[in-house]
């Protein structure tokens, strides 16, 4: 079955304290990894995704495929990072490209 | 650049009525897929279109349908409505092609059904 697991559904930390959300799934196959944010009163927006292997606001998600894991790392949180995270997933065979979505990760960075 | 637009925002109807949702995608997309997100639950696909036909489909019944239109926005319409389909609905846009799988968001149609 394809799914994605995120354990927490709250996160609080202090600012300038390490972050990481986790994010396990499950699939047969290659899938494609993703993380998407919504800020508070905005729409759900892209925030990394594992081909590229990029840093976005100081964030970082490696993809380990023999824990079937993506977590979300970041060293030092800032307030302005408070936000909804969504973990996603997309199999790379076929043409849907539909996005199957963890539950959430709430994260609160307290000043 | 014009971004995913949805309409309307906010939706009241009662149970056994019919509603339809509206999506415009974002320009140069030609892919448009919806999903619903209950609250406090991770947002579920309902179903894609491209080149005006259904391409792929999540679990939900019949009575969720949906249309593309040639300049790619894109309809959902929901048959018979029950109680637990009161949710978010969202759109998203993509380009089928090399990066096909960003899909971009448009803020949602908040459903209610009473």
């Known amino acids: 079955a394809q799914r994605v697991t995120q354990p927490e559904k709250l996160l609080s930390v202090f600012k300038g304290a390490p972050v990481e959300l986790k994010c396990n799934y499950s699939y047969s196959g290659s899938p494609e990894l993703f993380w998407y944010v919504q800020y508070s009163r905005q729409r759900l927006q892209l925030l990394l995704r594992h081909i590229s292997r990029e840093s976005i606001k100081g964030f970082t998600a490696d993809l380990n495929k023999g824990e079937t894991s993506f977590h979300l790392k970041k060293p030092f949180a800032q307030e302005e990072d408070s936000a909804m995270y969504y973990c996603?997933?997309?199999?790379?065979?076929?043409?849907?490209?539909?996005?199957?979505f963890g539950q959430g990760t709430t994260l609160q960075v307290k000043p | 650049e014009t971004g995913v637009t949805q309409s309307p925002t906010h939706l009241i109807k009662t149970r056994g009525q019919q509603v339809t949702l509206r999506c415009s995608s974002q320009?140069?997309?030609?892919?448009v897929s919806w999903y619903q997100q209950a609250l406090g639950q991770g947002p579920q696909f309902i179903f894609q279109y491209y080149r005006e036909e259904e391409n792929g489909r999540g679990n939900f019944p019949p009575r969720f349908s949906g249309l593309q239109f040639p300049n790619y926005s894109s309809e959902l319409n929901v048959n018979a409505l029950e109680l637990d389909d009161s949710a978010l609905y969202l759109c998203?846009?993509?380009?089928?092609?090399?990066?096909?799988?960003?899909?971009?968001f448009g803020a949602g149609t908040r459903l209610s059904v009473l």
């Open positions: 320009s140069g997309h030609n892919t």
């Open positions: 996603a997933l997309s199999g790379r065979s076929g043409n849907t490209g539909k996005l199957i």
């Open positions: 998203a846009s993509s380009f089928q092609g090399a990066s096909k799988n960003i899909q971009y």
